[in-house]
């Protein structure tokens, strides 16, 4: 049930045409070029770009799943569709160690959280478009399809109501000023629509698959679900595959809100762990630290159409189609 979502960034004079994962989790783009021989294509050629602008500046970026990437800082026009940016910082990646072939699907990376993440240290694409007014609303949004269904969508500058249902509801950034890092809400767990847990801080990741929680809020959700157990990750919980058509609805709920955000129960079941196996994995993760962060993946996204409006600083959310 592991779903990759990813699209088309242009790169360079002429135009060259890779593959990135939009991530709102982190805010550097990232671009693998040929010579990196650890790295998926496709590759971006700086030598056949008249627009290439190198740099001697290294950089080292590290996610939170292990895997790494480094190189060079250099500029570039980046475009998506007729949006375009000259002259945009990203990171040449010349060496990567784990998981940065995104299975073979996707070369690189675009971050679209906030500046201070960058390990680049570049403003994110995203915001060099609307600090420079070539954005209607300076908002971006996501539809994520479930069940490896084609038609995800990000619109940028733009929302999509043909994709929701109802109106969205929105929700301020935490802390919602000048040192905002990422697209982080106040928000606590539910089960059957009652509170499990609360007071956490939510990340909303569409660069992570998953939901990942504090090990203590996941034992209690799980306590909920009758042969729950936690798998010897230590990490990820099981339950019997014949109990999943009645576990209860699990969801979020978001600060000044009594509405309650469910996730999709085709979403939450991962699957048997293995072929053959009569115990399933639950989308929702231990993070292994007591920090009260969420990160909340794409098991989340595809059942909520989702705001990031950087011009009101907050976050919205409606019944996705």
């Known amino acids: 049930s592991f779903s990759v979502y990813?699209?088309?960034?242009?790169?360079?004079?002429?135009?060259?045409v890779t593959t990135v994962d939009f991530d709102t989790g982190s805010s550097d783009l990232l671009i693998p070029s040929s010579a990196c021989t650890t790295c998926a294509g496709p590759f971006y050629?700086?030598?056949?770009?008249?627009?290439?602008?190198?740099?001697?500046?290294?950089f080292n970026a590290s996610f939170k799943d292990g895997a790494s990437a480094s190189g060079v800082v250099a500029a570039e026009t980046i475009s998506i569709g007729t949006l375009s940016i000259m002259n945009q910082a990203f990171g040449v990646v010349t060496g990567s160690a784990g998981n940065l072939d995104f299975d073979g699907l996707i070369s690189g990376m675009m971050g679209l959280a906030f500046e201070p993440l960058a390990k680049t240290k570049a403003t994110p694409w995203f915001f060099n478009l609307a600090n420079q007014g070539y954005l209607a609303s300076n908002l971006f949004s996501f539809y994520l399809t479930r069940q490896g269904a084609e038609g995800s969508e990000l619109c940028i500058g733009c929302i999509d109501s043909t994709k929701f249902t109802g109106q969205p509801e929105y929700f301020p950034l935490v802390p919602g000023n000048a040192t905002q890092v990422v697209w982080d809400i106040s928000d606590g767990l539910t089960y059957n629509n009652a509170v499990v847990t609360q007071r956490l801080v939510a990340i909303i990741d569409s660069g992570t698959s998953d939901i990942h929680i504090p090990p203590s809020q996941a034992a209690a959700l799980y306590a909920n679900i009758p042969g729950a157990q936690l798998y010897t990750d230590g990490k990820q919980y099981t339950f019997p595959c014949a109990s999943a058509a009645t576990i209860g609805q699990i969801g979020f709920t978001f600060t000044g809100s009594s509405t309650v955000f469910n996730i999709q129960p085709s979403r939450f079941n991962l699957g048997p762990i293995e072929q053959g196996s009569d115990m399933c994995l639950g989308a929702i993760f231990s993070s292994g630290s007591e920090d009260n962060i969420a990160v909340v993946g794409d098991a989340f996204m595809s059942s909520w159409y989702s705001i990031f409006d950087y011009g009101n600083m907050r976050v919205g959310f409606a019944q996705a189609v």
């Open 45 to 58: 050629e700086p030598s056949t770009s008249t627009s290439f602008t190198n740099s001697t500046v290294a």
């Open 6 to 16: 990813y699209g088309n960034l242009s790169v360079g004079t002429p135009a060259q």
